[in-house]
């Protein structure tokens, strides 16, 4: 294969035409090619009066020596796994998050036929529970934002930006677009999928999983586990089932889980997390902050991403949401969850970010579930700051660095819903969290002109994103339980949907390749 680097576009091309283009810089013979395809795409927007698309190609040709002046690579070997895994058990799964459905989908690979297992509903009918929510406030604790098929990401932005590197991404971002992800993912820079397409891939991949075997059990919330001669009786509110491999692709806010860990006396250790809250500003004044306004490219909507290192903590910028909207995003009653939501497009009027500061273990008690008492503490005094009825604690950016309780919203309106009451959302957190998000968003002005604008909306709070605990695994990613395989971001593996995704083939992986005895 020839790898083509650093191709530099000022148009909107379309694939074929940057092929082409690159294929008559590079004298490529078409003839000659078997295969071509765009591998990277991005857009250099350093220089504001010079904006373009920055594109890597692999060209696949029948005799690269014919191309001496054009780096060559070798094809990806694909590696093998042995199937060692004989039992007449089929495996479960608690969860169908991006963990839990990429470890389904490399057992099914495999013709295992594994059982998924989730509190929640199918993506259909959680819909309709996650919009009464938003609409009227009433609350379903086992199915929300946090529960049901898909994860906490199918309501979401639906980010696959990732900072490890590891050759299974590449298989994650194929999977999406097998599934009915735009071909584009599999080569931005910073791809994402949008709330609405994965809704449909959701579907997709359940109708797949289905079809090759497996079997889904949905609203079946997972409450205790007894184990004898290495055989799991999974307890459930509605059903039993018996297995020897139980993978718990359980996502961050499977409290009661982390609750029944203890109890058993599973190994878990803190870990650090973070808080803080998110950040609307209008997208316009984003775009033109990161490109200008001379631009005749057709650009997407713009992002960024801050980092600020401050006297006491680091406050940075987590889950960007372009055009996107702040949801309401609790899975317990009487307290304030939110995230952000985008759609494809990402065409709405809003820009939202969350805004965290970090909360380290040793700011907490010893008892390993403190972080996850500490989330629940700033969610319950969000609900009550609220108005103690479902909407969100708001504040203007200008009075929350002045100290002061907002009394007027101004040019940007929260995207919040069900509702929002103006308040001082200092009350909310310790004063180093304060104090941190404070100096953090007068530094980010530096970097964005107007992130620290007055009318900025600020909207509490923010605990989501991450787990609050790791629960310890060995090489064989197995916890203390033998056959008992914690997995993804619930667990402490994973930061979003393509590590998640990630973690969960390297469980499938492990469970496929064991021995059994």
């Known amino acids: 294969m020839l790898k083509i680097d650093n191709l530099k576009i000022y148009d909107d091309y379309d694939e074929n035409e940057i092929i082409n283009i690159a294929l008559k810089k590079y004298k490529i013979k078409e003839e000659d090619v078997t295969n071509s395809y ?4 991005s857009i250099d927007a350093r220089n504001k009066n010079n904006i373009y698309y920055n594109y890597s190609l692999c060209i696949e040709v029948k005799n690269e020596n014919k191309y001496p002046h054009i780096k060559s690579i070798p094809k990806e070997e694909i590696k093998k796994i042995n199937r060692n895994r004989k039992s007449p058990y089929h495996p479960i799964i608690i969860g169908s998050g991006p963990a839990g459905l990429f470890c389904a989908l490399k057992l099914i690979e495999y013709d295992y036929k594994p059982i998924i297992i989730e509190q929640g509903s199918k993506v259909e009918d959680r819909i309709k529970v996650v919009e009464e929510y938003r609409d009227k ?8 934002v946090q529960f049901g098929e898909g994860g906490a990401g199918t309501f979401s932005d639906g980010k696959l930006v990732t900072g490890v590197n590891s050759p299974l991404i590449k298989e994650v971002l194929d999977t999406f677009y097998k599934f009915g992800a735009p071909k584009e993912i599999t080569y931005l820079n910073k791809p994402h999928i949008g709330t609405d397409n994965l809704r449909k891939i959701i579907i997709n991949i359940r109708k797949y999983i289905e079809k090759k075997g497996g079997k889904y059990y949905f609203d079946t919330k997972f409450i205790d586990y007894e184990k004898k001669d290495n055989i799991f009786k999974v307890i459930c509110n509605n059903n039993t089932f018996e297995t020897d491999t139980l993978i718990l692709a359980i996502g961050h806010s499977a409290r009661d889980t982390y609750k029944l860990l203890k109890n058993k006396k599973v190994p878990m250790q803190k870990k650090n997390f973070a808080v803080g809250l998110r950040i609307e500003h209008k997208q316009s ?4 902050s990161q490109y200008g306004n001379k631009c005749k490219l057709k650009l997407p909507s713009a992002e960024y991403k801050l980092v600020y290192h401050g006297k006491e903590r680091s406050c940075y910028t987590f889950c960007m949401c372009p055009g996107g909207e702040v949801i309401a995003s609790s899975s317990e009653k009487e307290s304030i969850v939110t995230n952000g939501m985008s759609s494809f497009k990402r065409d709405k009027e809003n820009a939202n970010s969350a805004l965290l500061v970090n909360v380290l273990t040793t700011d907490l008690p010893d008892d390993v579930l403190s972080g996850m008492y500490f989330q629940e503490e700033l969610e319950k005094k969000a609900y009550i700051l609220g108005g103690k009825n479902g909407n969100a604690p708001v504040q203007r950016v200008g009075d929350f660095l002045n100290n002061k309780p907002s009394t007027n919203i101004g040019s940007i309106i929260p995207s919040y819903k069900p509702g929002y009451k103006l308040c001082d959302l200092g009350k909310l957190f310790p004063k180093y969290i304060t104090n ?3 100096e953090g968003i007068l530094y980010f002005d530096k970097k ?10 600020l909207t509490g709070v923010e605990t989501r994103s991450s787990a609050p605990v790791t629960i310890l695994r060995n090489e064989d990613l ?3 339980e033998t056959r008992l395989y914690p997995c993804g ?7 979003g949907i393509t590590t998640s995704a990630i973690d969960g083939i390297k469980v499938a992986i492990k469970v496929i390749e064991r021995f059994d005895s």
């Not at 765009?38 to 795409?41: E, F, L, R, S, Y």
């Not at 406030?137 to 929300?144: F, R």
């Not at 004044?285 to 033109?288: H, K, L, Q, T």
């Open 38 to 41: 765009i591998i990277k795409k």
């Open 436 to 438: 941190t998000l404070q």
């Open 448 to 457: 964005i002109h107007g992130f620290a604008t007055n009318d900025a909306i």
């Open 478 to 480: 197995e916890s203390s």
């Open 489 to 495: 971001e619930g667990a402490g593996y994973a930061g």
């Open 285 to 288: 004044m984003i775009n033109e």
């Open 137 to 144: 406030g009433i609350l379903n604790e086992n199915c929300n």
